[in-house]
C-alpha cells in the first residue's frame, strides 16, 4: 500500500512511501480508495494541521510526518463488520494514501462514522462516510472537487445572511479565485433583495479568471486594496496572507465590522501573531456553523440545503471548471506541490484515479 507523507513543518516536502497493509481487527473494514480529489483545501488542511487536528485524523506512527486529508470514494475490499458489507462504496474524508482501514458504525441516517478511539474527539462532520452509488466516474470526479469547496461557501453563505452580514454594505472576498471564494461569491450574487456589493479580490494573473464568473460587483487585486470604498463592510480570508489581511484592516479602519478567516492556501505568508488594525480577525469553522443549523431546524435539513446548493453550481461548471485526472497516487506530489506554491491554475480541478 502506497502513501504521500507530508513533513508536518514543511509541508512542500512530501515523500511517497510503502507500507504493508495492516491486519484487520474486530469489527474492522478496509477500504480502497477509487479517486479523491486535490485542491488549495487540502494545503489548508496540511498549514493548520495542528491548530485544527487535521493531522490528528489518520496517524503514521511516524515523528513530524502527516498524511494529508483528502475527499474522496473508495471500495470496501474487506469486511469484519457486520454494519459494512464488501463492495458498498463510500464518499467521504479519506488520508492521502490507497486504502484506509476504519471502524464503521452505522449513524441512524444511511450513513456510517468511523468509531475508531483517536477520532472520537475530532469534528463530527469529517468522521462521516456516505453510500454512494456505482455511477459515472465523472460523478465521483465532481462530488470529491465541489462538494466539501462549495459546502464550506454555502456555510459562509448562510452564516453572513444569519448575521444580517454585521450590516456590511460590501463583502470583500480575498482569494477570490479558489473553488472556495468563487462559490461564496455565487452565492452573495444570487439574492434578489441583497443590499451588498461584492469585492471580490485575487492576484493580476486571475482577475480575468474571477472577472468572466460574473458573480463580483468589483473586481480588484492585492495591490489595488487602497481603492476599496470607504462604507461598512466585512472581508473573508480565503488566503491567510498576513501582509494582505493588514491592508485590508487598515485601509478600511472602522468602517471593517468583521474579519473572518477562512482558509489558508497562501500559507507561506500566513502569521498568525500578526497584528492588524481593528477588529480582531475570527476563525469561520464550517462544522460549527453546521452544528448551530441543526440545534435549530433539526437534523438534516442543513444538510439538504448544502447538497441542492452545490449540486445547483455544480451543473455550471462547466463554464468555470476543467477537470483534470491523473492516474496513480505518484502524480500526487506534483498536483499537490503545485497547488502549495500557487503555480495551480485556478480554472482546473484535479483528481487522482487509483
Not at 469484519?80 to 490507497?98: C, I, Q
Not at 479558489?178 to 479580490?201: H, M, N, V
Not at 477562512?262 to 480577525?281: A, L, T
Not at 452544528?291 to 444538510?303: F, N, Q
Request: negative net charge; proline residues 5%.
Amino acid at each position: 500500500m502506497q502513501r504521500l507523507l507530508t513533513d508536518h513543518k514543511t509541508i512542500t516536502t512530501t515523500r511517497l512511501e510503502d507500507v504493508p497493509p495492516t491486519a484487520l481487527g474486530a469489527g474492522q473494514a478496509r477500504l480502497k480508495l477509487d479517486s479523491f480529489a486535490l485542491t488549495a483545501n487540502n494545503v489548508t488542511y496540511a498549514a493548520s494541521g495542528f491548530a485544527i487536528g487535521y493531522w490528528h485524523f489518520f496517524p503514521t506512527g511516524i515523528e513530524g510526518q502527516g498524511l494529508v486529508p483528502v475527499w474522496g470514494t473508495a471500495e470496501v475490499v474487506e469486511s469484519d463488520s457486520t454494519e459494512l458489507a464488501v463492495g458498498t462504496r463510500l464518499y467521504g474524508f479519506y488520508p492521502l494514501a490507497e486504502e484506509l482501514v476504519i471502524t464503521p458504525q452505522a449513524d441512524g441516517h444511511g450513513g456510517f462514522v468511523d468509531a475508531a478511539a483517536h477520532r472520537a474527539e475530532l469534528p463530527a462532520v469529517y468522521n462521516r462516510y456516505t453510500p454512494v452509488r456505482s455511477g459515472s466516474a465523472a460523478d465521483d470526479h465532481m462530488r470529491a472537487l465541489l462538494q466539501p469547496l462549495l459546502a464550506t461557501s454555502y456555510l459562509l453563505f448562510d452564516w453572513l445572511m444569519d448575521n444580517d452580514s454585521f450590516g456590511a454594505k460590501q463583502i470583500i472576498i480575498g482569494s477570490a479565485s479558489c473553488k472556495t471564494g468563487l462559490g461564496l461569491c455565487k452565492y452573495l450574487s444570487e439574492p434578489e433583495a441583497r443590499d451588498y456589493k461584492i469585492i471580490g479580490l485575487t492576484s493580476a494573473r486571475n482577475r480575468s479568471f474571477v472577472e468572466g464568473l460574473g458573480a463580483c460587483d468589483q473586481v480588484l487585486t492585492y495591490d489595488e486594496i487602497a481603492q476599496l470604498p470607504q462604507v461598512p463592510s466585512v472581508y473573508v480570508d480565503m488566503s491567510g496572507n498576513a501582509q494582505v489581511k493588514v491592508q485590508v484592516h487598515s485601509t478600511l479602519g472602522a468602517q471593517l465590522k468583521h474579519s473572518s478567516a477562512v482558509g489558508i492556501s497562501h500559507w507561506d505568508q500566513f502569521q498568525p501573531q500578526n497584528k492588524v488594525e481593528g477588529v480582531k480577525p475570527q476563525f469561520f469553522f464550517a462544522p460549527a456553523q453546521i452544528a448551530k443549523r441543526r440545534e435549530e431546524w433539526g437534523v438534516g435539513v442543513i444538510e439538504k440545503q448544502i447538497t441542492y446548493a452545490w449540486k445547483r453550481l455544480a451543473a455550471d461548471a462547466g463554464g468555470w471548471l476543467d477537470v483534470k485526472v491523473h492516474s496513480g497516487i505518484s502524480e500526487a506530489a506534483g498536483v499537490y506541490g503545485a497547488l502549495a506554491d500557487g503555480t495551480a491554475n485556478p480554472r482546473e480541478g484535479h483528481i487522482i484515479q487509483l
